[in-house]
């Protein structure tokens, strides 16, 4: 029976993460068919602080028990990757004089999953030992990071392990539409059809 996360006290779904996540057949990407092992965990956005804490509870807890997490910020890494650049200085000077959606433009350039994000995150799997990714900050890098193009960009380079992408909104499903991302609840991203919800995963 599938569950409907949205109604599962933040305890149940805590429960049935590490469930999920620390067993055999979440690590070794069984009955997946050919799909890429992509998984979203949807929460309200109402309830970012709750699940925040779940998170480092779920991180802490999964290491605890020998799963080794790889955590990536979208937010964190985006600020990594400016400094990197040396742009961020310029990002916060011409902040206040620029119009939003120009502003929203050069982030956008400056942050294109295809050729600044997906290749930092790609440095840091290949840097690190890890059995599960999880990423997170979905809902602070919105507008000028879209988590579809992370994921369709992700595709090819994070295959080798599971990814698991805390999303604040809906992963919703219907036979006219097809399945597609809702940030907020409110904001219809593209069709990305590729992952799993995971709590309609069994452990």
Not at 31 to 48: A, W
Request: hydrophobic letters at 40%; one cysteine or more; glycine letters at 4%.
């Amino acid at each position: 029976m599938k569950a409907d996360s949205a109604r599962m006290p933040m305890q149940n779904r805590f429960q049935h993460l590490f469930a999920v996540i620390s067993g055999q057949r979440f690590l070794n990407k069984q009955g997946l068919g050919n799909e890429v092992p992509f998984f979203i965990c949807p929460y309200k956005p109402e309830e970012s602080v709750e699940m925040e804490r779940l998170l480092r509870l779920l991180v802490n807890s999964l290491e605890q028990a020998g799963v080794r997490i790889l955590e990536i910020n979208l937010y964190d890494l985006s600020i990594e990757i400016l400094k990197e650049e040396d742009t961020w200085n310029r990002i916060i000077e011409v902040e206040d004089s620029v119009p939003k959606e120009e502003f929203k433009e050069l982030l956008q350039g400056m942050l294109d999953p295809e050729t600044h994000l997906v290749p930092a995150i790609a440095a840091k799997l290949a840097s690190t030992d890890f059995q599960v990714l999880f990423l997170s900050g979905v809902g602070e890098v919105f507008p000028y990071i879209r988590s579809h193009n992370v994921l369709n960009n992700l595709q090819s380079t994070a295959k080798e392990k599971p990814t698991v992408m805390f999303f604040p909104g809906a992963y919703t499903y219907s036979p006219e539409s097809g399945t597609s991302l809702d940030l907020f609840g409110r904001l219809r991203d593209d069709k990305y059809y590729r992952a799993f919800n995971i709590f309609h995963c069994e452990a």
